[in-house]
């Protein structure tokens, strides 16, 4: 049986009542994108939602997630955070501002708020897995139940 473990993700699930399961995958250091992670857990990749961190020209950082296999375009995400442009924070800096090493960003938990965006394309599933906080660990939570608790503004904001 596999440990028990709650990050502060898990936790903040926890205190709002939402439930959630957990699904485990293999990882290592050379595969955390998200095509190795649609790879290993059982679900429609359309499904798996990935967290990136970026900032603005005035370095206020806001929270974007997409699906896996997709990638963010940053003019409309700028356009819709209503910022001049954004791009993404380095690498080195993700742990010092969220809290989460890469491969184990989630949206949930974080030591700050962020604003938060997500592409539309979330509306067309019932359920949604995002990373629990930890590398090889998926939540899978509501969708309702997760826009409702982030607060976040949905939009297209991925490549077509």
Do not use: W
């Not at 990050?7 to 990882?27: F, G, H, Q, V, W």
């Not at 800096?93 to 890469?102: I, Q």
């Amino acid at each position: 049986m596999a440990k028990k473990f709650k990050t502060n993700a898990l936790r903040m699930l926890d205190k709002a009542k939402i439930p959630y399961s957990i699904k485990e995958y293999e990882y290592d250091e050379e595969h955390l994108d998200g095509r190795h992670v649609a790879s290993q857990v059982d679900m429609d990749p359309n499904a798996i939602f990935k967290t990136l961190v970026l900032h603005d020209h005035h370095n206020e950082h806001l929270v974007c997630c997409v699906p896996v296999l997709e990638e963010i375009d940053l003019k409309k995400l700028a356009k819709l955070a209503g910022r001049k442009s954004v791009e993404m924070i380095h690498q080195k800096d993700l742990l010092s501002v969220t809290g989460y090493m890469r491969g184990g960003c989630s949206p949930v938990g974080m030591k700050k708020q962020f604003p938060t965006y997500i592409d539309e394309s979330i509306l067309k599933v019932n359920e949604v897995a995002f990373s629990a906080g930890k590398r090889g660990y998926q939540m899978i939570v509501n969708v309702q139940q997760i826009l409702t608790y982030l607060n976040v503004e949905l939009g297209d904001i991925t490549r077509k």
